[in-house]
């Protein structure tokens, strides 16, 4: 959580920062923009909230 925050301080201040995540609910509460790769080849890539409403992204990584 205190690397997350920090993170967010950075990026407030205009910084760009590539955040290699695992986990998506952790990913999307930093990022603005995400892109979802999968065996080596980036499948789909939008803002967040897009990605986080897609069905694909619900059910494949976030159990939903």
């Known amino acids: 959580e205190r690397l997350n925050d920090a993170l967010l301080e950075i990026n407030r201040t205009g910084l760009t920062i ?6 998506v609910l ?5 990022a603005r923009h995400a892109f979802v790769i999968e065996t080596g080849r980036v499948s789909m890539s939008g803002t967040t909230e897009v990605l986080g409403n897609d069905p694909r992204i619900r059910k494949a990584y976030m159990g939903l």
């Open 18 to 23: 590539l955040i290699v995540e695992q986990d």
């Open 26 to 30: 952790t990913a999307f509460e930093i």
